[in-house]
């Protein structure tokens, strides 16, 4: 069976600025990224025949990959809105790798934005995240976005003794990681104590333990390896991916303490070959502190009921086992929704083209990212490299 | 102005009818399979363990345990202001499945994982009655 290993790389990668910007709509955002990312690429728009988006919470469109393409007067042979919550955006690159494989398109645009800070008021912006829940079996209860997740960290706590303090170290670790990115949001550094003083959202969760609300975009640029080559900057290619899908809602999950992450990581490293230990750079999707803990066990780069402990010693510090957020993550960079992921991908894009400055992983050769959207519902890894 | 108004209330569909109409008359309706027997929520057409298309209506017993839980400190609306903190709880059935509801009639500090409950029914409108847990006695 032929496999995707190698056949195609991102040639191509950009966010736009992020924070609070209500002087961006979403749509304006979800082009800003695109026009970066083709600017980074050193192409045109008239060069793009695929163009992939998700939809914006804040400026929702029934055919939105559709109105951007019209928006930038480009007419893609392959065109695709994609909704997968968090995991949207790794995701997409399965389907966007599969089509330049198979002759589709040849250059695909995967531009990615919201306003989820300045375009939605905060009770909008809960009602709308929490929406994912069952309409009749879950939302009636009055369940938030924080209190999905916290049944995860509940759980993991129970079943491995994984303490406040050591979810707290999730977030103290991206934030360090963020003090050296200028473009982050949240710079300050923060200590344990600070998350667990923190005003408690839902049990274990601190306000720390939770993501940013951002506005912001982000882009790649996909093309075969054949053409990497002929782009400014080194080609980072796909080595492997794979998803993982186990339930929609968190109340039909078959376990709280281990995801679909296990298939979508084995898939991965399948698929290139690799082994979690082959890893020098990760991005770990973080929208509360708890997913990165099962995340990190999943994908095999501790033991269950380990990643505790293997946070709080600074396993994802820049001199830690496996640098991990290294842009700050959603945690501290931004988190504007269903782009989230992006960010990670292009941070990791980065790390491998050597360009992260005073964040750089020295001799990164090989970068993990994966997200998961719904409620640890829809999972997806990947595994980039310098080299095929 | 009711206790309950502007609360996210269910919109029940032919597939979930049975269900809501059981929690009018206090009683928790689950589906069980006829060919093998076992126990499913939410309701649906198929057997998720055998596939068969013979699901039957079975009230269950209405006890279970905590499998998780929060503590909501922040409401999701401020029509869910009045009983905050609140808690969030996935019920481990004793016939098997497991769903989400509240866990109500005791101090909400004193819910754990494993922790006994037994479901209780609430009017919410004139339509929809709640399925809600409280500690067994
Ligand atoms: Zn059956």
Redesign the pocket.
């Given at each position: 069976m032929s496999s995707l290993r190698g056949k195609v790389a991102i040639v191509g990668a950009a966010d736009t600025r992020v924070g609070k910007l209500p002087e961006f709509s979403a749509t304006q955002l979800c082009v800003d990224a695109a026009l970066r990312a083709l600017a980074d690429a050193g192409i045109g728009k008239d060069q793009v025949d695929g163009l992939v988006t998700c939809n914006s919470m804040a400026e929702p469109h029934m055919y939105h990959a559709e109105m951007i393409a019209e928006y930038l007067q480009i007419f893609p042979r392959y065109c695709m809105t994609a909704s997968a919550g968090g995991g949207t955006a790794f995701a997409v690159l399965q389907h966007a790798a599969s089509a330049i494989v198979t002759g589709v398109c040849d250059t695909v645009v995967v531009s990615m934005a919201d306003s989820l800070r300045t375009g939605l008021t905060r009770e909008q912006a809960m009602v709308m995240q929490s929406s994912a829940g069952h309409q009749q079996f879950e939302t009636p209860f009055g369940p938030t976005v924080p209190a999905f997740y916290a049944l995860i960290a509940q759980a993991h706590m129970a079943a491995y003794g994984t303490t406040p303090e050591q979810l707290a170290a999730v977030a103290v670790a991206c934030r360090k990681h963020a003090a050296r990115n200028p473009t982050a949001q949240m710079r300050e550094p923060i200590s344990v104590d600070d998350v667990l003083e923190s005003r408690l959202i839902a049990d274990p969760l601190h306000l720390l333990d939770c993501s940013l609300v951002s506005d912001g975009g982000s882009a790649i640029v996909l093309t075969s390896a054949d053409r990497a080559g002929d782009f400014p900057h080194d080609p980072v290619y796909l080595l492997g991916v794979g998803e993982g899908h186990g339930h929609e809602h968190i109340s039909q999950a078959r376990s709280l303490t281990t995801s679909a992450a296990v298939d979508a990581g084995r898939r991965a490293y399948d698929m290139a070959g690799l082994q979690a230990k082959d890893i020098d750079v990760a991005g770990i999707y973080d929208c509360f502190t708890p997913v990165v803990l099962v995340e990190l066990e999943d994908l095999g780069f501790c033991e269950k009921g380990e990643a505790g402990a293997f946070v709080a010693d600074g396993g994802l510090d820049l001199d830690g086992s496996l640098p991990t957020n290294t842009h700050g993550g959603l945690m501290s960079h931004c988190h504007p929704g269903n782009p989230g992921s992006m960010y990670h991908l292009t941070e990791c894009v980065a790390q491998l083209r050597r360009q992260a400055g005073d964040r750089q992983v020295a001799d990164a050769e090989v970068a993990l990212v994966h997200a998961q959207g719904g409620v640890m519902s829809s999972h997806c890894t990947l595994i980039l490299g310098r080299e095929v | 102005m009711g206790a309950h108004d502007g609360k996210f209330l269910p919109r029940p569909t032919p597939e979930t009818e049975i269900f809501w109409l059981g929690c009018r008359n206090n009683q928790l309706m689950i589906q069980r399979?006829t060919?093998?027997?076992?126990h499913q929520f939410y309701p649906r057409m198929l057997?998720t363990?055998?596939a068969?298309a013979q699901v039957d209506w079975v009230q269950a017993s209405g006890r279970g345990t905590v499998k998780s839980f929060t503590i909501v400190r922040r409401p999701v609306t401020e029509a869910y202001a009045a009983e905050t903190p609140y808690v969030i709880a996935l019920i481990e059935l004793d016939e098997g499945p497991t769903l989400m509801s509240n866990v109500t009639a005791c101090d909400v500090e004193k819910v754990h994982i494993g922790m006994p409950v037994t479901v209780s029914f609430e009017a919410w409108s004139d339509d929809i009655t709640m399925p809600l847990f409280r500690p067994a006695t």
């Open positions: - | 399979c060919a093998c027997g076992h057997c363990e055998c068969s």
